[in-house]
Every structure is written in structure tokens, then in C-alpha cells.
């Protein structure tokens, strides 16, 4: 039996963060060396904030609120999932799934954006039942379980994957 636990770690939190990271120091850093403190560097610092920080912490505050203490399990031999929260479980069959909605960035995977990877997953069960599945909760969704559901996904992009 193949059964595999989701969870959100802080491993995964700091992945996520790791490009918002990295090239906000990289670009107020280049900015400090090449000005000092002056009108220019300030200018920056509001513009890496204004464009990048602030969306990219909006979305994972988001997505955590969204997905902490949540504990999905899921079998791909038996094809079912088990959502376990604050001490109640639900479990459907992959063949239950009537909707999957995935919601992404129009930047996904080109690293100029900072939030661009942050995406989820709307999964609609037959009785109405809907749950969001966050890149927090299964970094790789996409291989991981989309794949094996056998539900043809719809699109939802947009500027920031907001929930």
C-alpha cells in the first residue's frame, strides 16, 4: 500500500521564501554597494517591497493560514484521500472528484517573480465538499497528485495566486 502524509513544514515555508529572499537582498544589496544610502537606494527598497515582498507574504500567509494543521493523506494504490483537521477526517475516492481548479501566477517558473510559484489546487468533490491544496501543504502537486487523479484540471491564472 502506498500511502504518503502531507503536512505543512518549515522546510517547505523556507523554500518558498527562498527566492523572495534571495533576490531582495541581491537587488538592495547591489543597490547599497553601487549608492550608499541615498534617494536611489530608498527607491529601490520601496519598489523590491512594493513588488514583491508584500505579495509574496500576503500569498504565504495565505496559503499557511489555509493549509496549517491540516494533515492530507493519500493513497494512490487505493485511490482515495483523507483530510485530517482539528480532530475530524474526511476521506474520498479519486472517482469523487467531480472539479480541479488549479490557481497559479502568470510568472511561474521564470524567477523574476517572487510569488510566481506559489499556486493551489481547488478540489471539488461530487457532494459539493471543496478543499484548497496549497504548494505549502504538497510542494510538488502536480506530480504528486494531480497526476494520479484522473481528472481533467481547469486554469486559473493570475497576476498572484491568491486564495
Same mark, same amino acid.
Given at each position: 500500500?502506498?500511502?504518503?502524509?502531507?503536512?505543512?513544514? !518549515?522546510?517547505?515555508?523556507? &523554500?518558498?521564501?527562498?527566492?523572495?529572499?534571495?533576490?531582495?537582498?541581491?537587488?538592495?544589496?547591489?543597490?547599497? *554597494?553601487?549608492?550608499?544610502?541615498?534617494?536611489?537606494?530608498? *527607491?529601490?527598497?520601496?519598489?523590491?517591497?512594493? =513588488?514583491?515582498?508584500?505579495?509574496?507574504?500576503?500569498?504565504?500567509?495565505?496559503?499557511?493560514?489555509?493549509?496549517?494543521?491540516?494533515?492530507?493523506?493519500?493513497?494512490?494504490?487505493? &485511490?482515495?484521500? $483523507?483530510?485530517?483537521?482539528?480532530? +475530524?477526517? *474526511?476521506?474520498?475516492?479519486?472517482?469523487?472528484?467531480?472539479?480541479?481548479?488549479?490557481?497559479?501566477?502568470? /510568472?511561474?517558473?521564470?524567477?523574476?517573480?517572487? !510569488? /510566481?510559484?506559489?499556486?493551489?489546487?481547488?478540489? =471539488?468533490? &461530487?457532494?459539493?465538499?471543496?478543499?484548497?491544496?496549497t504548494c505549502l501543504?504538497?510542494? +510538488?502537486?502536480?506530480?504528486?497528485? $494531480? @497526476?494520479? !487523479?484522473? $481528472?481533467?484540471?481547469?486554469?486559473?491564472?493570475?497576476? $498572484? @495566486?491568491?486564495?
Open positions: 500500500m502506498r500511502e504518503r502524509i502531507y503536512r505543512v513544514t !518549515f522546510i517547505q515555508q523556507l &523554500k518558498m521564501l527562498s527566492h523572495l529572499l534571495v533576490t531582495s537582498a541581491v537587488i538592495i544589496g547591489l543597490c547599497l *554597494a553601487r549608492y550608499g544610502w541615498s534617494t536611489g537606494t530608498m *527607491a529601490a527598497i520601496v519598489f523590491v517591497s512594493v =513588488v514583491g515582498i508584500v505579495p509574496t507574504v500576503v500569498v504565504h500567509v495565505q496559503y499557511l493560514l489555509k493549509n496549517h494543521g491540516l494533515n492530507l493523506k493519500v493513497n494512490t494504490d487505493e &485511490k482515495f484521500l $483523507v483530510f485530517e483537521h482539528q480532530g +475530524q477526517e *474526511a476521506k474520498y475516492s479519486f472517482s469523487e472528484i467531480s472539479e480541479l481548479i488549479r490557481t497559479s501566477s502568470y /510568472g511561474r517558473g521564470s524567477w523574476w517573480y517572487s !510569488f /510566481g510559484e506559489y499556486r493551489y489546487y481547488k478540489l =471539488v468533490f &461530487k457532494n459539493n465538499t471543496e478543499y484548497i491544496i501543504l504538497v510542494p +510538488q502537486i502536480e506530480k504528486d497528485l $494531480v @497526476a494520479k !487523479f484522473g $481528472v481533467e484540471e481547469e486554469k486559473d491564472l493570475k497576476v $498572484v @495566486a491568491f486564495i
